[in-house]
Nanobody, 116 residues
Framework: QVQLVESGGGLVQPGGSLRLSCAASGMRFSLDQMAWYRQAPGQERELVAR???????QYGDSVKGRFSISRDPAMKRVYLQMNDLKSEDTGVYYC??????????WGQGTQVSVSS
């Protein structure tokens, strides 16, 4: 059973930075994609950033140029560097992982709050 554990959330002022980490364990295979999603109160969960084992990355429109996703070579850890944070970035950030076209695994989430 794949387990994902997020860390690095917290409270930050607008314009500040945070770095989220997600550690994957329990696999008997190598994951081929990992991603970060977020969910604000009363809103649907949305894609923040995704990275494939090939290195291909994809970002949500609202975070392009401010956030950067990266991974370790073994595809067991994924990171999200968040810069120039805005109040609208507030939400619970979830790590997601996939294998062979499916993305069924989710972490418990970590809260990110951007407020002065």
């Amino acid at each position: 059973q794949v387990q994902l554990v997020e860390s690095g959330g917290g409270l930050v002022q607008p314009g500040g930075s945070l770095r989220l980490s997600c550690a994957a364990s329990g696999m008997r295979f190598s994951l081929d994609q990992m991603a970060w999603y977020r969910q604000a109160p009363g809103q649907e969960r949305e894609l923040v950033a995704r990275i494939h084992v090939s290195g291909y990355t994809q970002y949500g429109d609202s975070v392009k140029g401010r956030f950067s996703i990266s991974r370790d070579p073994a595809m067991k850890r994924v990171y999200l560097q968040m810069n120039d944070l805005k109040s609208e970035d507030t939400g619970v950030y979830y790590c997601n992982a996939g294998f062979r076209g499916t993305t069924p695994w989710w972490g418990q989430g970590t809260q990110v709050s951007v407020s002065s």
